[in-house]
């Protein structure tokens, strides 16, 4: 009952002139840049964060969630029409593709459409029910038990998003390392400014999104020669009455999937889609269609996908961790709106977190709309070329950058950043973990360095707290495994080569 | 959560494209921030192309200094060192009273040791040259250096001009016409932002 009430709390605030207004732009504008290549949810919100200042707080942290959301929404038609997908709806790829395939493009975006509304709609039950909750237990967490968190954190995002831990700890560090520009808020000591007085606030956080994400990523599509071609088939989009009951039971999954992980550190979109098309595989009615173009196939993982990327707000909100990189930078966005996330958030400020739950599930309503009646118009935007693209993409940087603190310097330092990111880029090193440890990188030495003034500096304070204890041995686990899976890799790849060699000699 | 993908730790987008296609769970993964590896066709076919000579990867190739897994670990490790000896610049204090060297320090140590490991690993992995196209990049950051210039001696629409005018060299055709409508464009939009949101933009 209380969840109810809550609810309806938000919705009073959600439902304002201004509120749904911004969750519509916010919403429009994600659905478009999950359409646009060289745009992801993350460049976009870098750029769109210096124009929310002028933003009552609500709506502004309402319209950056939208876009966070409808991103993976437009993803998704993308991936279905064309199979491009640019943010992370590569599941949609492989049945939904197919559907296109077999000409029913229309039934895929219909059933995406409908799952990814369930999918937002179980994900913020969820939301509503267990962020409080979960404050509760944040409240037992000491100094010791955040950094163990956020090493934990590191360490789930770097295997997640990177698939090799090493490479995404690395980053994670190098985030960290960055995130030391700037004066010591302990000692007043200006690090690594360099003497240029314009970093003595540190490096803004605009400036790295949009080095790593904007910049740097319009230079790599420019590299990479593709045409893409637009869409041009029918879509006819009502199913029939069988059909649409097809969508239920996988969507239903889906979401459950999705909201569960979307909970997990690192978790998030991407893992959520592919468990959920993994269960769909093993339990669906339909199994033996997946893979060829099975409504099941696209509809349990659109579902798990806008489930996720609404759970995934729980981690922040109600711990004041965010679990992956556009989590940090929605966490960024709350700093700058003056407000810090965390288990004090919902008692401080109830009418922004029920406001944005609530904005969420209208987003779905805008959502829906959006991508079934009038998806044949925003596919059009497919026509615009890259050549016209990216002069533009570049000048909202630039203006981006610059509106942050009015100042050319920062648009020197987001260069920079680019330059940067495409090295980072061409080693073939994700920057996204960069962008969590940048975020989180104050936020761990403030909290190291208590711990361990309250432990007398005795290390032994990470392992003996119970939370902290936990997590630093699944690390443990954690490393180890990789470890071990490497050495057999190796084996493996050696023996492999071995054989290569003597099959080259007999050959020979 | 940690039965789900099949991740391995070898696993670099592109270190084995053909191995590790699109469907795989790494691949995908690394795409989801990251809109431009995105798997195109043409993308795959390119990574096919390179890896038909890939077999013969051997010691010989391990002497040359374009392997991409190296390289990666050098730079960390280059950026390791430049924030490890600038920490030494400042206090390093006690355990209990941590001064402001002390965390830098310790990442930048931890930094390095990922790196060092980096290049240990790359003994171990074939080699991929990591290929740099300095020509694309080198246009994009002149355009933004010329915006900044301009805007900060002259005015932004100036820079609005030149940074349309410079970046579309790193485009494939290059049009003087669509370039001042695009220009024509931005600097409209400029204007918008100026009076509807109120930024401080000096345009003229």
Known sequence: MEILHNLAFGFEHALTMQNIMFCAIGCMVGTLVGLLPGLGPLATISLLLPLTFSIPTTGALIMLAGIYYGAQYGDSVSAITMKIPHASSIVACIDGYQMTLNGKTGLALFTAGVSSFIGGTVAIVVLAALAPALGEVALLFGPADYTALMLFGFVCVSFVTTGSLIDGLAMCMVGVLLGQIGTDVNSGVQRYTIGLPFLYDGVSLVSVALGCFGIAEITKNLDSHTERSPFMGKIHLMPTWPEFKRIIPSALRGSLVGSFLGIMPGGGPVIAQFAAYAIDKKVSKYRHEIGHGAIEGVAGQAAADEAAARTSFIPLMSIGIPENAVMALMMGAFIIKGIQPGPNMISQHPDLFWGLVASMWIGNCFLLFLNVPMVRYLLSIFKIPYNVLFPAILFFCCIGTYSVNGSLNDVAVTASFGLMGYIFLRLSLDPAPLMLGFILGPMLEENFRRALLLSRGSFTTFVTRPIAGTLVALMALFVLWQFVAFVREMRAGSLARADEGKAALEEG | ?204
């Open chain 2, 1 to 204: 959560m940690t039965r789900f993908p099949p991740f391995h730790i070898h696993c670099h987008a592109g270190n084995a494209p053909s191995r590790a296609g699109w469907q795989s769970g790494h691949a995908a993964a690394c795409k989801a921030v990251y809109a431009g590896s995105i798997p195109t066709p043409a993308s795959n076919t390119q990574g096919s192309c390179k890896n038909a000579r890939l077999p013969q990867a051997s010691w010989a190739d391990h002497q040359q200094v374009n392997h991409r897994d190296r390289l990666k670990g050098i730079f960390l490790i280059a950026i390791a060192l430049a924030f490890g000896l600038g920490a030494m610049n400042y206090s390093i204090g006690k355990v209990e009273r941590a001064g402001p060297g002390f965390f830098p320090l310790m990442v930048s140590s931890i930094l390095f040791v990922l790196g060092v490991a980096m290049v240990v690993r790359a003994q171990f992995t074939k080699r991929v040259p990591a290929e740099f196209n300095v020509k694309n990049i080198a246009i994009i950051m002149g355009s933004l250096a010329a915006f900044a210039l301009l805007s900060a001696y002259v005015n932004m629409i100036l820079g609005i001009v030149a940074l349309v005018f410079i970046s579309a060299f790193a485009g494939k055709a290059y049009s003087v016409r669509r370039n001042l409508t695009i220009a024509a464009v931005l600097v409209g939009i400029a204007f918008a932002f100026q009076q509807g949101l109120g930024l401080q933009l000096p345009l003229y």
